[in-house]
């Protein structure tokens, strides 16, 4: 199953739905879209598509979304998830005039689990876990926070311990090296259908360019096909794009997040 429009297909009947989202802590219908909060007053928004909406409903809806939210003074954030195959006419220049910045756009990137799920040497001393104790996840965040340039914040933690609580299948997985975490990324099975994502991939810089990202993505593609998830997709950065592309993934849009603050 490589065909582009196939896959596709099957992102856009799969995973744009509640699927999406399992850490919600509520779910607002506001006609096509989807308006999201999760834990730490994140909000979010997206859908299936726009329902053939011209430009002035575009802009009907993006006024209407971000007034709820700013109604909810528990909301500090706000993510408008926009996929570049989508038709939506004027929505850049209506989330601009909302508030809403761009962010880098990243490459929906999907393909086969098995096709991951190779061997990957790692450098000597370098070994690769699943962690679930706090102290790991803590130690997980604030590497990552790092690596981001974000300041060090115990908000992510709290936010992946939450996941975690749930039980909802989320997994973390670490790569070490002398008691120091130098990688690490998540997996998200996504309940009901063929796919789990790989997200949160980071490596501190100057441990890349050695496989230990690629032998990361390896073992949470064996621990999908363990859970009967045929299929891995990701919103890919320049840096872990080739790096899927070399494993027989394909680029099958793309995503921009738009980022509006209180």
């Excluded at 297909?9 to 919600?24: I, N, W």
């Excluded at 109604?71 to 989508?86: F, L, M, N, Q, Y």
């Excluded at 790692?122 to 790991?136: F, N, S």
């Excluded at 933690?157 to 002398?178: C, F, I, K, S, T």
Aim: hydrophobic share 40%; aromatic share 6%.
């Amino acid at each position: 199953m490589t065909d582009p429009s196939r896959l596709l297909r099957a992102y856009d009947e799969q995973l744009r739905t509640d699927a999406e989202t399992p850490s919600a802590v509520s779910v607002t219908r506001l006609g096509p879209l989807r308006l999201v909060t999760f834990l730490g007053g994140r909000g979010f928004v997206t859908y299936r598509d726009l329902a053939g909406a011209d430009e002035a409903a575009v802009h009907a809806l993006v006024e209407q979304a971000i007034a709820l939210f700013r109604a909810d003074g528990g909301i500090t954030s706000v993510e408008w998830k926009s996929r570049g195959h989508d038709h939506a006419p004027g929505l850049h220049e209506a989330l601009l005039a909302h508030g809403f910045v761009p962010e880098d756009p990243e490459s929906i990137m999907i393909g086969e689990a098995a096709a991951l799920a190779v061997d990957v040497p790692l450098p000597d001393g370098v070994t690769l876990r699943r962690i679930t104790e706090e102290a790991d996840v803590r130690a997980m965040s604030a590497m990552a926070d790092e690596v981001f340039g974000d300041p060090a914040s115990d908000k992510h933690a709290n936010q992946l311990l939450h996941r975690l609580a749930l039980d909802d299948g989320m997994e973390l997985w670490v790569a070490e090296a002398d008691g120091q975490i130098v990688t690490a990324g998540r997996l998200e099975p996504v309940a009901d259908t063929e796919f789990a994502g790989v997200w949160g991939g980071c490596s501190r810089p100057e441990w890349r360019g050695r496989g230990i990202y690629r032998a990361l993505t390896a073992a949470r593609a064996r621990s999908a096909l363990a859970r009967d998830k045929t299929l891995i997709h990701s919103d890919s950065t320049e840096y872990s794009r080739p790096i899927l592309e070399r494993y027989g993934f394909v680029r099958v849009s793309t995503t921009t997040p738009y980022a509006w603050k209180r």
